[in-house]
């Protein structure tokens, strides 16, 4: 098994965990090239790439964030493994509606992705 298989298989767990829900697995998110996100909110434009391979292509998380508008969260192996990335995720997908910007009561992002079954 690849490593990075088995660390989305880590993420996937954790998701589902963190009750996160409406994900979708290696997304192309610009055809007719092939680039793919490991995970992706496609109604948010919010992706996450974890493992070591996101070092290698650059050009593949610039366009998507300044030509296609997608938010790209990148994890390496190490802190999927330890629950960090799952953490700042869960932050990531609450709007900063709150007093200078930090989340407040109305997560509407958080509301739309939680679910109790993931």
């Not at 994900?23 to 109604?43: C, L, Q």
């Not at 434009?45 to 997608?70: C, Q, S, T």
């Not at 990531?92 to 992705?113: E, F, R, S």
Request: hydrophobic content about 45%; aromatic content about 12%.
């Amino acid at each position: 098994m690849r490593q990075d298989s088995a660390l989305e298989m880590l993420f996937t767990l954790q998701l589902k965990a963190a009750a996160l829900s409406h994900w979708v697995t290696e997304y192309r998110f610009a055809p007719p090239r092939r680039w793919r996100f490991d995970f992706a909110w496609p109604h948010l434009k919010f992706a996450v790439d974890i493992g070591a391979g996101f070092i290698a292509d650059p050009e593949k998380y610039n366009h998507a964030m300044m030509r296609l508008g997608w938010i790209v969260l990148r994890f390496p192996g190490g802190m999927v493994k330890r629950g960090e990335a799952i953490t700042l995720l869960e932050r990531a997908l609450q709007p900063m509606d709150g007093p200078y910007g930090l989340p407040g009561k109305n997560c509407t992002i958080a509301k739309v992705t939680k679910n109790s079954k993931g």
